[in-house]
């Protein structure tokens, strides 16, 4: 491979100068590097294929020796993995550049800029006379590329929203997407068939066609959804509004594709098929669900077993979805409806059966695949694009475009006078707006088009051209404006503030009250069925699918766990102050890994309950004369004085050591089962075990004052220094149960003399050191979701 | 319609309960049909008993609290016209209805449904949720699945997060604060009463 010497002026200003020379330099590497292999993907270096035939083939007959080659190129053994790397690579150096520019994201959604990049390279490719590759091959789009995002979408679809505003999704994505299909496709065939004096290739365009071009134009993509509104951080409930219509209307698409594709040949359809169709998208869209709510129980109940083999958690719930997608591809059902469903049947009783460590994975790992997705898919739009085949008529592009847009905005505009009538928190105008213009197509209707064979569509490259205008046009055109129009219209954006204990309670409270009142009413309501879906789910279904004794946990107290966790966490994390104020818990590290999310406004401290002012003095107090006790006993010492001589009988102290250590462990599980129902207790024994052994987080930490001056062995000893240290602990625990009946343990010293008292510490640090390694479930809007709304 | 209105005025004091509640004839004939079916003693009046009889509410874990919620402090029997207002309560708040300063606040009042609300956890009318009380509730929603201390915890919890003048209990300004982001209107709504 070429590479080229830095000659390069770096762009960009500031600081960072010779990093974005740097970057820029790779980019252009690797650019100029990905073409050429690539291109060979379609021109096989045969000529030196040949040699190395040749060669042996010479070997063979003649057995002449040669010279033994100690180093050789062979690129055909390694073309396909590597050029697929070499994609990703690509496609994340991108993403990774966007970001270094300054303000160059706040301005243009990265879709727009991953576009032009894919441009670039098919640019290049073109320019260096090499065939490009089909990428955008529908075989790849549809089984590899799109999955990874629509799980993402699916596990960490936010149920109760989803599920309030059901109805209004489900008019935008069936109905919506009907209106926009016969709209767009039966004016369109009406403008192609104006001036009959003057015949145009359009004539020849038949209705069915346009019809199924209009189907195929109609649908809202979830991928530029997705991609542009995680930028806006628009409020929620037109998130879910836009997000949910573009995931739910896949159904339609399907149907209404197969079924126009299906008659394009004959050239009618007949009110049968018509009838036909209509039960195919029931079967179609509920089939879908079906197969992914059974994909979604079999999750659960597999994972429910999982708890010796904790490493391959992750891959039950990535290969069930992916099964669930693919069986439902296979019986023509929606796959993507078919993945959320996975997804979000499998997620709450997933999530309490697995352990932290595999939850952090799921996360990342969804997070990781379904960007790399997305940006492929837009680099791969832009390649596509320059491929052509094109076909640019003009009447039919700009009309096409046109009708888009009036299609959508009658659409929403009609849609939300019906649904206004049912709805307690109307739609408002702004709303009706944001709704209409975030309907963004994308990479789904490109790939449906490309599906369509040339054999039956002879307009199939100008359909191809509309399509990818259209989709310009709209991730460009109205991807880059929708954030100041955002700004503009002031529209409510998303709360960022984490659920509250508060929250929690009065919520299910409110719940609860509402179902009594509706009970009283004697009205069959809203609350009445959640409150019977969540009984029977209380009942039988979770004590199926989820182990142990965590299916009995309440909701509520689940909740409060987890909340402790992050704020243990989150208190290890920014240092264990004395005296922290309370506010919301700081999001520190956790929030900066997150691709997508933006880093939060500042981290605040919080904490655990501050204890009066009488008990720390008591608690003082206490230690106080403890440390005089010690340091007593200290002044006459005597190595026969000691409990176990550390120069001698190491043995003994052994015994000692292990006598202690077991009545400790004793006192922690007893602690820990306090406060919660024993999750996951494989972890504890050994952890606990470890912890006491050679933790040094246990000991790190703690002031200096506090420690009672150690008998400085001085080492001839075979103990190191932090058996011995070890030995104090558990001198002084014992005193201070002997003497004050207080219960201060080990390892709650760390975090300073004012807390150890409190029992809450003691467990909260053993839970805590059980997951520093890992930071655990993140602050994140999805975890505060309640198992079941 | 000319059954309608004379069903109507089966009903002591429509007009001014339709009034006062915003309610429309169709949906106080409605309740009145309902209150009638409960009370099943045909007294004209409802007791805690009637209320009872409902299945469903006696599965519901705050059910005794909800029924206790209609009648007033000593009263034994709530009559159709307190029935009504209570419900009133559970109506969907409406955003552009105008209303002059001599109109006291309607039931459905983002304000007065919290009130209601925060009335069923203040048993003792003090105008504070002690922690005893939270307790007391905690215990009634958690049904005994979980242990006093995990009780202990959770109440401490709450408390500290709500209570802003560190009195160690929880006022109506308070509860109304720690509730600002939840969507009352939408929480508190019966469908069927819109």
């Known amino acids: ?789 | 319609m000319g059954s309608k209105s004379s069903s109507l005025n089966k009903i002591p004091n429509a007009q001014e309960l339709m009034q006062e509640t915003g309610f429309s004839a169709a949906h106080i004939l409605r309740l009145y049909e309902r209150f009638e079916f409960l009370d099943v003693d045909q007294r004209g009046e409802l007791r805690p008993e009637d209320f009872g009889a409902i299945r469903e509410l006696s599965m519901n874990p705050i059910g005794d609290r909800i029924i206790s919620a209609f009648f007033s402090p000593g009263k034994e029997a709530v009559d159709f016209a307190s029935f009504v207002r209570i419900l009133a309560h559970f109506r969907p708040t409406e955003t552009n209805r105008t209303r002059d300063g001599a109109q006291p606040e309607p039931a459905n009042s983002r304000t007065r449904k919290l009130k209601f609300a925060f009335q069923l956890y203040d048993q003792d009318r003090d105008g504070k949720i002690s922690r005893e009380e939270l307790l007391q509730v905690l215990r009634m929603m958690l049904e005994m699945q979980v242990t006093e201390e995990q009780l202990q915890s959770i109440a401490e919890r709450a408390i500290q997060e709500a209570d802003l003048d560190q009195d160690d209990a929880i006022s109506f300004d308070e509860f109304r604060k720690s509730l600002e982001k939840v969507d009352i209107d939408h929480k508190m709504n019966i469908r069927f009463l819109s």
């Open chain 1, 1 to 789: 491979m070429p590479s080229r010497t830095g000659s390069h002026s770096p762009t960009g200003t500031g600081k960072s100068l010779p990093e974005r020379g740097l970057l820029l330099l790779m980019v252009l590497v690797l650019l100029e590097g990905s073409v050429l292999p690539l291109g060979a993907a379609s021109s096989p270096d045969i000529s030196h294929q040949k040699n190395v035939d040749n060669h042996k083939v010479e070997d063979e007959k003649n057995y002449t020796k040669k010279a033994f080659p100690v180093l050789d190129l062979d690129y055909h053994h390694i073309q396909t993995p590597f050029e697929i790397s070499l994609w990703v690579l690509l496609a994340s150096v991108m993403k990774l550049g966007f970001h270094m520019i300054p303000r160059l994201p706040g301005i243009v959604p990265e879709s727009c800029l991953l576009i032009t990049v894919g441009l670039l390279v098919g640019g290049l490719i073109k320019l260096a006379g090499e065939k490009v590759p089909p990428v955008l091959d529908s075989q790849l789009f549809f089984l590899c590329l799109l999955p990874p995002i629509i799980l993402d979408a699916g596990y960490f679809l936010p149920i109760r929203p989803f599920m309030e505003n059901l109805g209004t999704i489900l008019m935008f994505a069936v109905v919506g997407t009907l209106w926009n299909a016969f709209f767009i496709g039966g004016l369109l065939y009406a403008v192609c068939q104006i001036q009959p004096a003057n015949p145009s290739e359009l004539h020849q365009l038949e209705i069915l066609p346009c019809l199924l071009f209009g189907s195929i134009i109609s649908a809202v993509d979830p991928v530029a959804v997705l991609a542009v509104f995680e930028e806006i951080h628009i409020n929620e409930l037109l998130h879910i509004l836009v997000f949910g219509e573009s995931l739910l209307n896949d159904a339609v698409t399907v149907v209404l594709y197969h079924l126009f594709e299906e008659y394009s040949a004959a050239g009618t359809v007949t009110v049968l098929d018509g009838f036909l169709g209509i039960i195919s998208f029931l079967v179609v869209s509920l089939g879908g669900i079906l197969v992914g709510a059974i994909y979604g129980i079999l999750t659960a109940f597999t994972s429910r077993f999982t708890s010796h083999t904790r490493v391959i958690e992750p891959l039950f719930v990535f290969v069930y979805s992916y099964m669930a997608y693919l069986s439902a591809e296979m019986f023509h059902l929606s796959g993507i409806m078919a993945l959320i469903a996975c997804g979000a049947v499998m997620r709450p009783y997933v999530e309490a059966n697995i352990s932290h460590k595999s939850h952090t994975t799921i996360k990342y790992f969804l997070k990781m695949w379904s960007s790399v997705s997305e940006t492929l898919i837009f680099i791969f739009l832009g390649v596509a694009t320059v491929d052509g085949p094109h076909h640019w008529n003009w009447t039919f592009v700009t009309v096409t475009v046109i009708l888009c847009l009036v299609s959508r905005i009658i659409g929403v505009v009609g849609l939300t006078c019906v649904i206004n009538k049912f709805r307690i928190v109307k739609l408002t105008t702004k709303d009706q707006f944001i709704v209409a213009y975030g309907g963004m197509r994308g990479a789904i209707a490109f790939s449906l088009g490309f599906l369509l064979k040339k054999e039956q569509f002879p307009m199939r490259e100008m359909f191809l051209t509309a399509i990818i205008t259209v989709i310009f046009f709209t991730v460009f055109v109205q991807g880059m404006t929708i954030k100041p129009l955002v700004e503009l219209l002031a529209v409510k954006k998303k709360q960022e503030a984490k659920r509250s204990i508060n929250e929690e309670i009065h919520t299910q409270f409110l719940d609860h009250l509402l179902t009594g009142i509706e009970d009283i009413c004697g009205h069959y309501g809203h609350h009445h069925w959640k409150d019977k879906l969540n009984r029977f789910n209380k009942k039988y279904v979770k004590k199926c699918l989820i182990a142990g004794e965590r299916s009995k946990e309440p909701q509520l107290i689940a909740f409060y766990h987890k909340m402790e966790m992050k704020q243990a966490i989150d208190l290890v994390e920014s240092g264990g102050g004395v005296n922290l104020p309370s506010a919301v818990p700081s999001t520190v590290s956790m929030q900066n890994i997150q691709p997508k999310k933006p880093p939060p406004a500042k981290p605040v401290e919080k904490a655990l309950p501050k204890m009066t002012k009488g008990r720390e003095e008591e608690i003082r107090q206490i230690l106080r004369s403890n440390l005089q006790k010690t340091r007593q006993r200290l002044r006459s010492y005597n190595r026969h004085t000691l409990v176990a001589d550390p120069y001698e009988d190491g043995f003994s102290e052994l015994l000692i050591k292990k006598q202690k250590m077991i009545e400790l462990e004793k006192k922690i599980q007893h602690m820990n089962n306090y406060l919660t129902v024993p999750a996951a207790p494989p972890d504890s024994p050994t952890m606990c075990r470890a912890r006491l052994a050679s933790d040094p987080q246990a000991y790190s930490s703690k002031p200096a004052a506090e420690r009672v001056p150690t008998i400085q062995v001085d080492l001839a000893s075979p103990q190191s220094p932090d058996s011995v240290n070890l030995m104090d602990e558990f001198r002084r625990a014992d005193q201070q149960e002997e003497d004050q009946g207080l219960m201060m343990k080990p390892p709650s010293g760390q975090s300073g003399p004012n807390r150890p008292g409190e029992e809450d510490r003691g467990r909260e640090q053993q839970k805590l050191t059980r997951c520093l390694s890992d930071p655990g479930p993140s602050a994140d809007e999805e975890e505060d979701e309640p198992f079941l709304p």
